[in-house]
């Protein structure tokens, strides 16, 4: 199921949501190579302003291009481009919910805008927009 | 090691190799829930442009954040900014170099922007900027 671009227009939303384990913060650290004490020294982390050990912020970021490649507009889409700003820390344990809203459809170059936040409860994590090519249509 | 911002001057840079296999973009479907078929089977991703598998764009992404955190300014960064373009895919086996340079440096505020670019050989992959909040002096 995906969705090329004549079925994507403004407001149509797409959202993935995912409790972030300890487990998780360890792969993302061995994939990345980013073992960064803040993510994984308690007491490192306790001096830092976030009082504690958060998530890497591209790890949540990474549930952006969750939604848009596995929900909408998915499979097939191609990542153009991703603009986004971490707004608050993500712990481990905390639920993060990604929803992706089609802003602007560009028909003749098939590129399409998505707005995308990342939240924990109410709290903003990031906000940002991620730019696509959906797939064609199948 | 790390440095505080008054450290920090326009042109200085860090970077960060890794080559990417599939046990990363195994991980990385798990960590982020993007199993996309784009990254995971021959088949489909054959019909694709790339003409085959591809790794993750936020996977390679992350390389930036660990230049930011790992090296410079590195360990107690706050992550504030990315805005990044996908320039061309990556494929498993492929080393991505992401090099990360001060651009400038706003000391009231504590906020360094960085040029970054990720490379597979000569080819950019990603490009784009990165603003973050350097350590403190330690």
Same mark, same amino acid.
């Given at each position: 199921?995906?969705?090329p671009i004549d079925d994507l227009k403004p407001g149509m939303s797409a959202e993935f949501a995912k409790t972030?384990?300890?487990h998780d913060i360890t792969l993302f650290g061995e994939v990345s190579g980013d073992t960064n004490? #803040?993510?994984?020294d308690d007491a490192f982390a306790s001096?830092?302003?976030?009082?504690g050990r958060i998530a890497h912020g591209v790890l949540t970021a990474s549930y952006i291009s969750t939604v848009?490649?596995?929900q909408m507009p998915g499979p097939g889409t191609i990542f153009l481009g991703l603009n986004i700003r971490f707004k608050a820390p993500v712990r481990i344990g905390d639920t #993060?919910?990604?929803t992706c809203t089609v802003r602007d459809v560009t028909a003749e170059k098939r590129r399409v805008v998505f707005d995308c936040v990342c939240k924990v409860g109410d709290t903003v994590v990031i906000e940002g927009e991620a730019t696509v090519m959906p797939p064609p249509k199948a």
């Open positions: 199921m995906s969705y972030v384990s300890e004490p #803040v993510h994984f001096t830092t302003p976030f009082k848009l490649g596995m #993060v919910t990604a």
